[in-house]
Nanobody, 124 residues
Framework: QAQLAESGGGLVQAGGSLRLSCAAS????????MGWFRQGPGKEREFVAAISWNIGTTYYADSVKGRFTISRNNAKNTLYLQMNSLKPEDTAVYYC?????????????????WGQGTQVTVSS
């Protein structure tokens, strides 16, 4: 069983950057495909980025491609999301999620474990 805890959210001006972290408990972090999702006010949870468990293949939503970078450090059991050139429409609660032996799923239903989320607010 995995437990996930996000950190790094906050308030930033448009054009700024933030780096989110997701710390995972347990010894099998490297066996999980990992994803970032977000949920804005009045919106459904949407896919942001994912990274596979095996060779680290990455996937991005079109809305963040070229601005966000997902990465993982298996030695530290930590997932990251570097967010650059932030826009007000990026404002949301950001969640990390774990998918056992996942290769980069886009659908929330594919993920087994979720963190509590961290708020990102981008002011114009």
């Amino acid at each position: 069983q995995a437990q996930l805890a996000e950190s790094g959210g906050g308030l930033v001006q448009a054009g700024g950057s933030l780096r989110l972290s997701c710390a995972a408990s347990g010894r099998s972090f490297r066996s999980y495909g990992m994803g970032w999702f977000r949920q804005g006010p009045g919106k459904e949870r949407e896919f942001v980025a994912a990274i596979s468990w095996n060779i680290g293949t990455t996937y991005y939503a079109d809305s963040v491609k070229g601005r966000f970078t997902i990465s993982r450090n298996n030695a530290k059991n930590t997932l990251y999301l570097q967010m650059n050139s932030l826009k007000p429409e990026d404002t949301a609660v950001y969640y990390c999620a774990a998918d056992y032996l996942g290769v980069g799923a886009l659908a929330p239903v594919e993920y087994d474990y979720w963190g509590q989320g961290t708020q990102v607010t981008v002011s114009s």
